[in-house]
């Protein structure tokens, strides 16, 4: 039973486009959600997160929007740069992560075409 | 300077060996975690510690056995090693509030 699902194996963009990374979830209890980025042979990195008490957050060239409604956050790059080549995996999490228990989705492979 | 370091980053053994994994952060964090990336890229939470005590057990086979000596240390023996048990496995720390997660390079463990 996956709780955290992201539907899309891999995704091509062209630099300086916008890269959008899909995430759905099952469990209304989440309530933080959290992207990471993964590089091979590295551990994932902690890129940016979002409280359910917002839809919206805002770090540089990462943007992450969550609709609680439908169960669904995305991840928004822009503009897309080579370095941003890598898998993305969204996170999510109950109780602002009190359990300390992070769900993680399947991976997203982005791979930015100079 | 590395915030959360494993050893060794790979492992080759045999079916029925045992074998450990460490793990060290340098954060001041006083949570860790291990997680289990298998062959599908799926990542799961197998155990986290909180100040050397356990807090999380995600139903894995009592051949793994987790020891928190210090709350910057948490090491994995894994006993009696079957071929399903090839994976990466992900040493992770997280702060107060444990949101975000610090993992470190993980471990490639195959086993023939």
């Known amino acids: 039973d996956q709780q955290v699902k992201q539907n899309s194996p891999s995704l091509s963009v062209q630099e300086g486009r916008i890269s959008i990374l899909n995430c759905d979830y099952t469990?209304?209890?989440?309530?933080?959600f959290l992207w990471y980025k993964k590089y091979p042979a590295e551990g994932p990195t902690f890129l940016i997160s979002?409280?359910?008490?917002?839809d919206k957050n805002e770090d540089g060239r990462f943007t992450v929007f969550l609709n609680k409604s439908a169960k669904h956050l995305s991840l928004h790059i822009v503009p897309s740069q080579p370095g941003d080549s890598a898998v993305y995996f969204c996170?999510?999490?109950?109780?602002?992560?009190?359990?300390?228990?992070?769900?993680f989705g399947t991976g997203t492979l982005l791979a930015v075409q100079p | 300077d590395t915030a959360v370091s494993q050893t060794p980053k790979y492992l080759v053994t045999q079916m029925g060996n045992d074998k450990s994994i460490k793990c060290e952060q340098n954060?001041?964090?006083?949570?860790m975690y291990w997680y289990k990336q298998d062959s599908k890229k799926f990542l799961k939470i197998m155990f986290s510690?909180?100040?050397?005590?356990?807090?999380i057990n995600e139903t894995v086979p009592n051949r793994f056995s987790p020891k928190s000596p210090d709350k910057a240390h948490l090491n994995l023996h894994i006993n009696s090693l079957e071929l399903g048990d090839s994976a990466v496995y992900f040493c992770?720390?997280?702060?107060?509030?444990?949101?975000?997660?610090?993992f470190g390079p993980g471990t490639r463990l195959t086993v023939l």
């Open positions: 979002i409280s359910s008490i917002k």
């Open positions: 996170a999510a999490t109950e109780n602002g992560g009190a359990t300390n228990k992070l769900i």
């Open positions: 954060l001041g964090h006083d949570t």
């Open positions: 992770a720390s997280s702060g107060a509030g444990g949101n975000e997660q610090f």
């Open positions: 510690y909180n100040n050397k005590e356990l807090i």
């Open positions: 469990n209304s209890m989440f309530d933080y």
